[in-house]
């Protein structure tokens, strides 16, 4: 039964709110009690003990999502549990025998191990986790492992990932996600794609002085974030219109054209008033344009909507 218009519900809906609710959270306290009852404890306990604990513990949420998975609500808690659970078993074994690994190896194990439950959920809480875990991966890569002179490279490789994510799941007509839920991860993926765009540009602007190829440098600040900009742009515009997409790339295009300006007018080596008011007039411009475009965007795609 669909719900009443202006969140109007009935009884039965009422009822079953407040049982999602208390279901909800009734395991979260229970977790809560577990979990401070042995992290208070932790210390007296050895080491086989702790891998006991934590490995067990993966075993029976496995059990519990495999003979809960008819009920949907009650495996993705399971899958969401399960997938905080393979982190934390992680930690632990890396805690326990000091295997000396960085931060970016943990999360790194984490991804992996984790990239199975992905297909598995219908709700798109563990994809947007996985999502999330990634992005942190690839940047811890960037501080632990890779030079500053090596990090445009691996930050357009992963916004190159992520817009074709995105993309992908907006693209292919399956029902395997509900609409919200496509809405939702296209978005995230969106945010992460422009938001390490956007992290090569910073990374440029703070070391553009060091490169010896303008070449280089020139397909990183100017090529590629038009060619990144332009595609996401035109698809969500008139291929897959998502309002909450091209408000991200608007306003992640006013983060690009804050970094360029700023690069093209030299504000931060030294304070000229005619550069300061150049700048401040073109971002007013900019974010004038951008909110009555959008506000355009709605009006159309409102009205054709009417029409078909």
Request: with cysteine.
């Amino acid at each position: 039964m669909s719900l009443l218009p202006y969140g109007k519900k009935d009884l039965k809906d009422w009822i079953h709110f407040i049982e999602s609710s208390l279901l909800i959270i009734g395991s979260a306290l229970l977790l809560s009690g577990i979990f401070f009852l042995f992290a208070f404890n932790w210390n007296l306990l050895d080491r086989f003990t702790k891998l006991g604990i934590i490995y067990f513990l993966n075993f029976v949420f496995y059990l519990i999502s495999f003979f809960i998975r008819k009920k949907e609500f009650l495996f993705e808690i399971g899958l969401t549990i399960l997938f905080f659970l393979t982190g934390s078993a992680l930690l632990v074994f890396g805690q326990i025998y000091q295997t000396g690994a960085d931060v970016y190896d943990l999360f790194l194990g984490w991804t992996v191990f984790t990239f199975l439950l992905v297909p598995i959920s219908r709700s798109g809480v563990v994809a947007g986790f996985w999502m999330v875990l990634l992005s942190s991966t690839v940047y811890l890569y960037s501080i632990q492992v890779t030079t500053e002179k090596e990090n445009h490279f691996l930050f357009a490789s992963a916004a190159v990932f992520f817009g074709f994510l995105c993309t992908i799941l907006d693209w292919q007509n399956t029902k395997f996600y509900s609409e919200k839920t496509k809405s939702f991860l296209s978005a995230l993926g969106i945010f992460f794609a422009l938001g390490f765009l956007n992290l090569i540009h910073w990374n440029l602007f703070r070391i553009h002085s060091e490169f010896t190829t303008t070449l280089t440098y020139g397909f990183f600040q100017i090529l590629f974030p038009l060619l990144f900009y332009g595609f996401l742009y035109v698809y969500y515009r008139w291929f897959r219109f998502r309002h909450l997409n091209l408000s991200l790339i608007l306003l992640f295009g006013l983060g690009q054209v804050l970094l360029k300006t700023a690069d093209i007018f030299g504000i931060w080596a030294y304070g000229s008033a005619v550069n300061f008011l150049l700048f401040g007039l073109l971002i007013t411009i900019y974010t004038v344009w951008a909110v009555s475009h959008l506000k355009q965007l709605r009006r159309t795609n409102a009205t054709e909507e009417r029409i078909s």
